[in-house]
């Protein structure tokens, strides 16, 4: 049986600083700051942010490559009894990698109203119709998450305003 893991208040709020500095390493590389971590036994076994300007790869987002990094860590697909934390709301693609993964909780910050796979629009990690759930955590930081997208999008409006790239 797949155990949830749980945590204090205190430990999430750390779990999800971890994960909003990730996402200050993606916007500082020219990325959409968006942040993971993931969590087993306590111990942050795999960080990750956004590298999809950087690789051109349109899979690149934080939720995949901290788990293909906990996967390569565990020598495993499946990642029970961890927790992934992520800055905001996974997508439709990121949700199915959670499924997949047997992911157990999510705990994640802003919410994407035009692309949440996971409460926003779609609810897919809590769909009984499919193999696994997960347990969903709302607005973590979610004002602190977003506030570093809006950051970002209005700096890029205003580089693109001004003819810059």
């Known amino acids: 049986m797949i155990q ?3 945590f204090s208040s205190e430990q999430i709020d750390y779990f999800m600083q971890v994960a909003l500095n990730e996402a200050k390493f993606a916007e500082n590389d020219g990325e959409v700051p968006i942040g ?3 969590v087993k036994d306590n111990v942050i076994i795999a960080r990750a942010h956004n590298h999809r300007e950087a690789e051109q790869m349109a899979t690149a987002h934080a ?3 901290a788990i ?3 996967n390569r860590l565990l020598s495993s697909w499946r990642l029970e009894d961890t927790a992934l934390f992520v800055t905001l709301e996974p997508c439709i693609m990121c949700a199915g990698a959670i ?3 047997r992911i157990p ?3 994640y910050g802003a919410e994407d109203s035009k692309g949440g796979g996971t409460r926003s629009l779609y609810q897919l990690l809590e769909d009984d119709r499919l193999n696994h759930r997960a347990d969903v955590h709302t607005n973590i930081r ?3 998450g977003g506030a570093l997208l809006q950051h970002f999008f ?5 580089q693109r305003k001004l003819g810059k790239k």
């Open 99 to 101: 499924i997949n993964a």
């Open 36 to 38: 993971a971590v993931i």
């Open 4 to 6: 949830q893991p749980t």
């Open 154 to 158: 209005k700096k890029i409006r205003l």
């Open 142 to 144: 979610g004002d602190e």
């Open 63 to 65: 939720e995949l490559l």
């Open 105 to 107: 909780s999510v705990y």
């Open 68 to 70: 293909e990094s906990a």
